[in-house]
T-cell receptor
Framework: DSGVTQTPKHLITATGQRVTLRCSPRSGDLSVYWYQQSLDQGLQFLIQYYNGEERAKGNILERFSAQQFPDLHSELNLSSLELGDSALYFC?????????????FGSGTRLTIV | AQTVTQSQPEMSVQEAETVTLSCTYDTSESDYYLFWYKQPPSRQMILVIRQEAYKQQNATENRFSVNFQKAAKSFSLKISDSQLGDAAMYFCALRMNRDDKIIFGKGTRLHILP
């Protein structure tokens, strides 16, 4: 157990629907990162929150949004889902803002759009 | 923009042998960190080893070591005495000291032959 908890582990839904993925960071970590892992695209950075505030944005679609709550858990909302959104979505957390400590990853949410 | 390139999509090695995974990266900055992450079939992303760019000494973690060539922007991972449990996807990653997000390569799938 890495200390980063992601729920649900698997999610199957239809095109056009909306889903929410949840992440609880490791105790004491203020930063939460969301990544999308598709078969042919590797790990793509979506967005980062630090202590409730958006800090960095990657190639996140407008149909996707995220937030970090006062208790530091984060949610990634995906709407108007398309077949191409099928992927593994990772959350990671980090305790430092700058520097070389790598992330601690959750086990991911496998999203399948049918 | 920073990039990370892993030119070997797949590799195989005999159990107990040594294998080297290649990684090159591109950045105009001098202060950064490099990582190797392992993703076994369980999908969990596990930090294997990290290297600070300002350190000339190559990092080592048990059977895992790196060959960091800063001028050549090369960061290879050597796995000694390969074990069946080393079978996984390996990702090379780069993080700027001024930034929080980590940029990943597309990965190298490592097979261990018994």
């Amino acid at each position: 157990d890495s200390g980063v908890t992601q729920t649900p582990k698997h999610l199957i839904t239809a095109t056009g629907q909306r889903v929410t993925l949840r992440c609880s960071p490791r105790s004491g970590d203020l930063s939460v990162y969301w990544y999308q892992q598709s078969l042919d695209q590797g790990l793509q950075f979506l967005i980062q929150y630090y202590n409730g505030e958006e800090r960095a944005k990657g190639n996140i679609l407008e149909r996707f949004s995220a937030q970090q709550f006062p208790d530091l858990h984060s949610e990634l909302n995906l709407s108007s889902l398309e077949l191409g959104d099928s992927a593994l979505y990772f959350c990671a957390s980090s305790g430092d803002l700058e520097g070389g400590i790598g992330y601690t990853f959750g086990s991911g949410t496998r999203l399948t759009i049918v | 923009a920073q990039t990370v390139t892993q030119s070997q999509p797949e590799m195989s090695v005999q159990e107990a042998e040594t294998v080297t995974l290649s990684c090159t990266y591109d950045t105009s900055e001098s202060d950064y960190y490099l990582f190797w992450y392992k993703q076994p079939p369980s999908r969990q992303m596990i930090l294997v080893i990290r290297q600070e760019a300002y350190k000339q000494q190559n990092a080592t973690e048990n059977r895992f070591s790196v060959n960091f060539q800063k001028a050549a922007k090369s960061f290879s991972l050597k796995i000694s005495d390969s074990q069946l449990g080393d079978a996984a996807m390996y990702f090379c990653a780069l993080r700027m000291n001024r930034d929080d997000k980590i940029i990943f390569g597309k990965g190298t799938r490592l097979h261990i032959l018994p």
